[in-house]
């Protein structure tokens, strides 16, 4: 079965500092990895995929398979990012519409 | 395009009752899935509906059911509620049913108490 941790319920950071939102996941496979943001009264969305390999808003996350994390980074935090943050997972194949998501992370990034 | 609609908002129901909630899938979707999220936890995966077949179950019981209609719109019913129902039911739409991830559009969501 497949797992996904975030350690951090509630992540605080100033205006231009730099933000990483932890994310680890158990799984034998091969997983998809995405991570989705809900900001305040919005409903959830995808912020990106790790197979896309892109960077959105100026977040960007890396699959690191040796230390099953997807942790997601951006350099220079913006008060519109404070939003919540869930991690998630597809386990292929078959499995793909399936998402495994994490417990999420509060992100509020002060003025 | 609405996007993912989901009805009703809110929803109050007693122990024991039976609930439906109901979605309909962004303009041009074909496959439903359901979420439930309880409070302070992460979406859990309850099933998948494609073609009108439930094509993938998560980790529920049978007193967890759903329907999807030749418009592809969806129905999660519950039978037999528990306090620990009470939840943010949430649908997502996304287009197909493959081996390759396809994006899903969640709907807003409704809350149910149970009492």
């Known amino acids: 079965a497949q797992r996904v941790t975030q350690p951090e319920k509630l992540l605080s950071v100033f205006k231009g500092a730099p933000v990483e939102l932890k994310c680890n996941y158990s799984?034998?496979?091969?997983?998809?990895l995405f991570w989705y943001v809900q900001y305040s009264r919005q409903r959830l969305q995808l912020l990106l995929r790790?197979?896309s390999r892109e960077s959105i808003k100026g977040f960007t996350a890396d699959l690191n398979k040796g230390e099953t994390s997807f942790h997601l980074k951006k350099p220079f935090a913006q008060e519109e990012d404070s939003a919540m943050y869930y991690c998630?997972?597809?386990?292929?194949?078959?499995?793909?519409?399936?998402?495994?998501f994490g417990q999420g992370t509060i992100l509020t990034v002060h003025p | 395009d609405a996007g993912v609609t989901q009805s009703p908002t809110h929803l109050i129901k007693t122990r024991g009752q039976q609930v439906t909630l109901r979605c309909s899938p962004k303009?041009?979707?074909?496959?439903v899935s359901w979420y439930q999220q309880a409070l302070g936890q992460g979406p859990q995966f309850i099933f998948q509906?494609?073609?009108?077949?439930?094509?993938q179950r998560g980790n529920f019981p049978d007193r967890f059911s759903g329907h999807q209609f030749p418009n592809y719109s969806s129905e999660l019913n519950v039978n037999a509620l528990l306090l620990g129902d009470s939840a943010l039911y949430l649908c997502?739409?996304?287009?197909?049913?493959?081996?390759?991830?396809?994006?899903?559009?969640f709907g807003p969501g409704t809350r149910l108490t149970v009492l």
């Open positions: 509906y494609y073609e009108e077949e439930e094509r």
């Open positions: 998630a997972l597809s386990a292929g194949g078959t499995s793909y519409g399936k998402l495994t």
């Open positions: 997502a739409s996304s287009l197909g049913y493959s081996l390759t991830y396809n994006e899903q559009f």
């Open positions: 790790h197979i």
């Open positions: 799984y034998s496979g091969s997983p998809e």
């Open positions: 303009s041009g979707h074909d496959t």
